[in-house]
């Protein structure tokens, strides 16, 4: 073996099709952190209270978090490319109409059917670019992240922009960008074959069954309960225009993409995915409670939650790859449900928050917040064996890569358990070839290889 790491083709030369898709992760993820920037505005403008406001979080989130558990049987009846479509298409009218609404009603309505679409998109989108993605399942990762990442980080400097010219200016703007969006996946992704076995309704919910995915699903709740608290209520504490709240969270989701994509795999190949979640999530409680101790310092408060991205970054990329890698369901039925799961805390806690400050006071939710991810850092300890095992198989196949750069077998963990795997010295392998993944929710096609 000589330097496979270095030789290793780029995950960031890809087929058109990728880039399509890719292009419109941006857009969804812009979604999260777009109306950041304007939520005191709305609140203002609209005469709504603050947890009235956050509800534009918790109808998204939550519509989100349901609806992924039919993305797979949509999606293995009309084909990954129609349910891309859709989605997207879904977003597009439901992002105009919550920009013409008159009323904080209307808009929550229209996020949650912007929610709809957003979970078509999502849960789809990764099986595709998993799919047609050159340098196996860690490239397609790494470039799933690097899109979340960006999205994340011009979401709110897009909607400070637009915001600081009118409230209604982020949710056209977003409208515009998926419509591009969805031009370019009807042109460059190529129609897939239904698959021949359709998906059951209650797949993603047996899924749970499975102990390792139930509980790094649960972990990802607690831990965007925490995160979503943060997004979802530290503007109206830090009292700054729709556009300095955008710089703000613009520079918080720099560092969110620079440690998804970069970070992320240094610290796990260095420490382990283990420890280097369980030191993350610990600092991601110390944020918390900096913030629940000190709301009333705007100044502690601006630094706390920009630095508070690194540390989501590390987690989205960590705690998405943990799930994927040692669970034993099929890598769509596991993307279905661990979205579920999770987007149901990210949508809970922003109303939760503004709630709790109105019931009791500004500290309550953000020291709740803390204690959760806490808790979360604890329920991860309990799949440990089969974190280190995945890890040790992926080292096996870094080690099995050829001389030429080209990845060797790459491991498998389910349906063999990645615990016994790891005991045994050995794991599944099947021949790297072309991946095609037909569907989001568990019908990963005629042709696997991960």
């Known amino acids: 073996?000589?330097?496979?790491?270095?030789?290793?083709?780029?995950?960031?030369?890809?087929?058109?099709?990728?880039?399509?898709?890719?292009?419109?992760?941006?857009?969804?993820?812009?979604?999260?952190?777009?109306?950041?920037?304007?939520?005191?505005?709305?609140?203002?403008?609209?005469?709504?209270?603050?947890?009235?406001?956050?509800?534009?979080?918790?109808?998204?989130?939550?519509?989100?978090a349901v609806a992924m558990l039919i993305t797979g049987w949509v999606s293995s009846r009309i084909g990954a490319k129609r349910t891309l479509v859709a989605g997207l298409a879904l977003i597009v009218v439901f992002a105009a109409l919550a920009g013409a609404s008159s009323g904080i009603a209307g808009i929550v309505g229209f996020r949650a059917g912007w929610g709809l679409g957003n979970a078509l998109f999502i849960a789809t989108s990764l099986a595709v670019i998993?799919?047609?993605?050159?340098?196996?399942f860690a490239g397609a990762i790494v470039l799933y992240e690097t899109a979340l990442g960006i999205g994340i980080a011009s979401g709110p400097l897009l909607g400070g922009l637009l915001g600081n010219v009118s409230w209604r200016g982020p949710f056209f703007g977003v409208s515009v960008l998926m419509l591009i969006a969805l031009v370019a996946t009807v042109a460059w992704v190529p129609t897939s074959p239904k698959p021949a076995q359709k998906s059951s309704l209650r797949e993603p919910i047996l899924a749970l069954r499975d102990r390792n995915l139930a509980r790094t699903s649960v972990t990802g709740l607690l831990y965007n309960w925490g995160f979503f608290t943060v997004l979802g209520y530290a503007p109206f504490l830090m009292g700054l225009t729709?556009?300095?709240?955008?710089?703000?969270?613009?520079?918080?989701?720099?560092?969110?993409?620079?440690?998804?994509?970069?970070?992320?795999?240094?610290?796990?190949?260095?420490f382990g995915t283990a420890r280097t979640l369980y030191a993350s999530l610990v600092l991601v409680a110390v944020a918390l409670a900096v913030i629940g101790i000190w709301?009333?310092?705007?100044?502690a408060v601006i630094i706390t939650v920009i630095a508070s991205g690194a540390l989501i970054g590390l987690n989205n990329t960590?705690?998405?790859?943990?799930?994927?890698?040692?669970?034993?369901?099929?890598?769509?039925?596991?993307?279905?449900t661990y979205g579920f799961v999770r987007f149901i805390g990210g949508g809970l806690a922003p109303y939760a928050a503004g709630r709790l400050v109105e019931q009791f006071n500004v500290h309550v939710p953000f020291l709740i917040g803390a204690g959760t991810v806490l808790a979360g850092a604890v329920l991860l300890s309990t799949v440990r064996p089969a974190l280190d095992a995945a890890d040790a198989a992926e080292v096996l196949a870094d080690g099995a890569a050829g001389a030429d750069g080209q990845p060797g077998p790459v491991p498998v963990p389910g349906p063999a358990r990645a615990g016994e795997a790891g005991q045994a010295g050995q794991s599944a392998t099947v021949t790297s070839v072309p991946l095609?993944?037909?569907t989001a929710a568990g019908v990963d096609g005629s042709r696997h290889s991960v």
């Not at 300095?244 to 560092?255: E, H, P, S, Y």
């Not at 709301?295 to 100044?299: A, C, I, L, S």
């Not at 994927?324 to 993307?335: E, F, N, Q, Y």
């Open 436 to 438: 095609t993944v037909t």
């Open 130 to 136: 998993v799919g047609s993605a050159s340098g196996g």
């Open 242 to 270: 729709p556009l300095r709240l955008g710089a703000v969270f613009c520079a918080w989701g720099i560092l969110v993409a620079i440690f998804a994509v970069f970070c992320a795999p240094l610290l796990k190949r260095r």
């Open 1 to 64: 073996m000589s330097g496979p790491a270095a030789q290793a083709p780029s995950p960031f030369r890809q087929p058109r099709a990728v880039y399509a898709v890719g292009f419109a992760c941006v857009i969804s993820f812009m979604g999260i952190g777009l109306v950041d920037p304007i939520l005191p505005a709305l609140a203002s403008r609209l005469k709504a209270s603050p947890a009235q406001v956050e509800l534009l979080f918790t109808s998204y989130l939550v519509v989100t």
């Open 295 to 299: 709301p009333g310092n705007r100044t």
């Open 318 to 336: 960590l705690v998405t790859t943990a799930v994927m890698s040692i669970s034993r369901v099929p890598r769509g039925t596991a993307s279905a």
